[in-house]
């Protein structure tokens, strides 16, 4: 009887047994699918669904062949920097930059870059997220009548330290200002391409012209040499040099055509557009002949805005505080974040609260090799700085010089331009007056278009000296513009906020 009692009990213990084990399962399953349903929600709900861009290489290149000025791109740009859309084809300097701004990709590169650079403010303002860890386990020894099952369950909270998020954010902050003073340096470039190839191309036009008149004159002169050869006036030594002559210059003139024909490649290239969708662009010339007027700013308010106001010193200037932030971030990495975890834990039937302290322990790494490298970087910074610095400086200097010498240069080109008009006029009245010969006519005529090309040189040395004055404190000088300056005051169209 005592056996069977005994046998009873076991029976009833083992039953007890499997209903506690089901029981608990059936709790553990229940819990498990309760926080992966949690979990689901939480990362569905998070999940934000880019579709894809992809880029046919044939397809673009059609786009970037058929940019042209009628884009409506270029209208948009004209108006929202005030500017008129030229109905006649006569595109002002002013015209052309806003265009070639809305069509260069390179503008197109710096605008993107600093929206990516502003869209990362956003990215290194943000907490770090907790970690839900969940971890399930069964004991498979232990006394009997236990359940064998384990829950734990965690939420870590990662707590940063010493102003890492903010150093962070400000380091974001740094990195849009020197994007956006990389954009201003960006449309400064396009906008001394378009006027060089502007100028250029000009000149190049006005030379063309020169030499066809000084070859149609040295032609008349070897065809009056002709004349007197056959009355014996002349000799077959005086048909060799103006032959030779007159192939010097028609050789210069081919030259010089083709330089128009470089120009005018130049100048589409300057827009970003096709050279021939400028066939029909009449571009308004500035006016060269009064270069030796242009208003220079004085050497010191130069120097003060090449150091201060150029858009690649503010840029080296933004890119010091990116070093400065990065070495704050160094020092601040001494400082450990702390693991904040309070949890939940079933263990074998019983219910438990943990609460979880992580703390990194500077073991290996103290962060001194990092201070180190970012008080490096940040030398290398400062370093770039003054020779950024140091070069605008030496630009201002350099093109003062050669404006002064250029400008001396010019007046005696002017003068004897001047002097070589009187003595052509004076053979023309002799001429008309039957006092005098068409030789003589034709020497005073060939010496002005000479001195004239001369003078044509000497403006463009005066002009290569404002260019580089211009490019040191970039800054429009000639000719003035209406445009205001840009960089880090400048939306995203380019043009300066209010």
Avoid at 161 to 185: C, D, H, P
Avoid at 236 to 255: E, I, P, Y
Avoid at 367 to 380: E, F, H, M, N, P
Wanted: hydrophobic share 45%; with cysteine.
């Amino acid at each position: 009887m005592a056996v069977g009692a005994h046998s009873i009990s076991c029976a009833e213990a083992a039953s007890s047994y499997r209903d506690t084990s089901h029981q608990g399962i059936a709790v553990l399953r229940s819990k498990i699918a309760y926080i992966g349903l949690a979990c689901a929600i939480m990362t569905v709900s998070s999940c934000r669904h880019v579709p894809s861009a992809p880029i046919d290489p044939a397809t673009n290149a059609q786009r970037l062949e058929a940019r042209s000025l009628d884009d409506p791109s270029v209208a948009q740009a004209l108006a929202s920097y005030g500017l008129s859309n030229p109905e006649d084809g006569t595109w002002s300097l002013d015209q052309l930059t806003v265009a070639a701004w809305a069509l260069r990709p390179a503008v197109a590169v710096a605008r993107s870059e600093v929206a990516a650079a502003t869209a990362n403010i956003a990215v290194q303002g943000k907490r770090p997220n907790p970690t839900l860890s969940l971890g399930p386990e069964r004991v498979f020894s232990g006394a009997g009548g236990v359940n064998p099952w384990v829950l734990a369950t965690a939420m870590a909270f990662p707590i940063e330290t010493a102003g890492k998020r903010q150093i962070r954010r400000q380091r974001a902050v740094a990195s849009e200002l020197a994007a956006e003073w990389q954009l201003g340096q960006t449309l400064w470039t396009v906008r001394a391409n378009v006027r060089n190839a502007l100028l250029v191309r000009d000149f190049a036009a006005r030379a063309v012209d020169l030499d066809g008149k000084e070859a149609s004159l040295r032609s008349d002169y070897r065809n009056w040499i002709d004349t007197r050869i056959k009355f014996g006036a002349a000799t077959t030594q005086d048909r060799l040099l103006a032959n030779q002559s007159l192939a010097d210059v028609q050789s210069r003139l081919g030259r010089d055509q083709a330089d128009l024909a470089a120009a005018s490649a130049d100048l589409a290239a300057a827009l970003g557009v096709g050279s021939n969708t400028i066939e029909g662009v009449m571009p308004v010339y500035p006016a060269i002949e009064q270069i030796s007027a242009a208003h220079l700013p004085d050497l010191a308010a130069a120097k003060e805005a090449a150091v201060v106001n150029r858009a690649d010193v503010r840029r080296a200037l933004a890119e010091y505080d990116v070093a400065e932030q990065d070495l704050k971030a160094a020092v601040a990495k001494q400082y450990p974040n702390i693991g904040f975890g309070p949890g939940y834990l079933f263990d074998q039937g019983e219910h438990k609260i943990t609460l979880n302290v992580d703390i990194p322990v500077p073991l290996f790494d103290n962060g001194s090799a990092a201070i180190d490298a970012a008080i490096a970087a940040r030398k290398v910074a400062a370093a770039k700085f003054d020779e950024i610095q140091a070069s605008a400086l030496a630009a201002v200097d350099s093109s003062y010089a050669r404006y002064k010498a250029t400008l001396r240069a010019l007046a005696a080109a002017t003068n004897a331009e001047k002097e070589a008009q009187r003595n052509a006029d004076a053979a023309q009245r002799l001429m008309n007056a039957g006092g005098g010969d068409k030789g003589s006519l034709l020497t005073a005529q060939i010496d002005l278009v000479t001195r004239q090309r001369n003078a044509l040189d000497a403006r463009r040395a005066v002009l290569d000296a404002i260019t580089a004055m211009e490019n040191g404190v970039e800054r429009p000088i000639f000719p003035a513009s209406s445009l205001q300056p840009v960089g880090a005051a400048a939306d995203s169209t380019g043009k300066s906020k209010p």
